[in-house]
């Protein structure tokens, strides 16, 4: 199992492995328009980016618990608003984390998290927060995915955001490929495919199917090998994400 997240090693080097590797590009995905992806954010620790995040509100960002696990506010920042991973949109700063409780790094389970921005954002065509799923997608559905992640592995981290569509489906089918005991009922599946997939640096990025987000990046097997990718279920955690967030 791999984690679709940069290394937290001694430097954030987002194309090393050590442990638990993230997803850098999405792979067979084509550029496109901070507007057609106008809730993805880049999420970025001591400056280096480490994640993908989705806006809920003027204050509240989304993302997996293994981006921001132990890592000081004070040391994220988060880029709106742009197509590009380094320049443009606005930077704003953190002022706080909120992890899932039960977060296991061991096997991902409850692979959720919040970030509060320091200053709240002002909504444009750019910049918009996503709606929420209150229910699963039915296996089959098409979805979208956006992040810079790998188009390769190994690889560098893509420049322009990337988007890709998707196919779910069922936990069962899911499960039935994935080790037994790394699927949970809080997670959310796409169909694997050998031409693309989530890719290293694509954790905590936002699947949406039908115009809401059901599922954020969680983990896979690098990348794009026709195995399924794995998520954090939406609407498994929504109560947990207003409890925590007020969205």
């Not at 320049?87 to 998290?113: C, K, M, P």
Request: hydrophobic content about 40%; aromatic content about 6%; some cysteine.
């Amino acid at each position: 199992m791999k984690s679709f997240a940069p290394c937290m090693c001694a430097l954030l080097v987002v194309s090393s492995l050590c442990g638990a590797s993230p997803s850098s590009r999405i792979v067979g995905g084509e550029d496109t328009s901070i507007q057609d992806a106008p809730y993805q954010v880049a999420i970025n620790i001591g400056g280096r980016f480490i994640c993908g995040g989705s806006i809920l509100s003027r204050k509240w960002i989304l993302t997996a618990a293994k981006c921001i696990k132990n890592v000081e506010p004070s040391s994220i920042t988060v880029r709106v608003g742009s197509n590009q991973l380094d320049s443009g949109g606005r930077v704003v700063a953190v002022s706080q984390t909120r992890v899932h409780e039960f977060y296991d790094a061991t096997n991902n389970y409850n692979d959720i998290g919040l970030l509060a921005l320091e200053r709240n954002l002002n909504f444009t065509d750019a910049v918009k927060p996503v709606l929420l799923a209150g229910a699963n997608p039915t296996p089959g559905s098409n979805a979208l995915l956006a992040g810079w992640g790998s188009k390769a592995f190994p690889g560098g981290l893509s420049r322009t955001l990337q988007t890709i569509s998707l196919k779910t489906i069922s936990l069962s089918e899911c499960a039935a490929i994935h080790t037994p005991g790394t699927i949970s009922t809080g997670n959310l599946c796409t169909a694997g495919n050998e031409r693309k997939g989530a890719c290293l640096g694509d954790a905590g990025g936002a699947l949406v199917s039908n115009g809401v987000q059901v599922g954020l990046v969680s983990w896979g097997i690098p990348c794009a090998t026709g195995i399924p990718d794995v998520y954090s279920s939406i609407s498994f955690y929504r109560s947990w994400i207003a409890e925590s967030s007020g969205v």
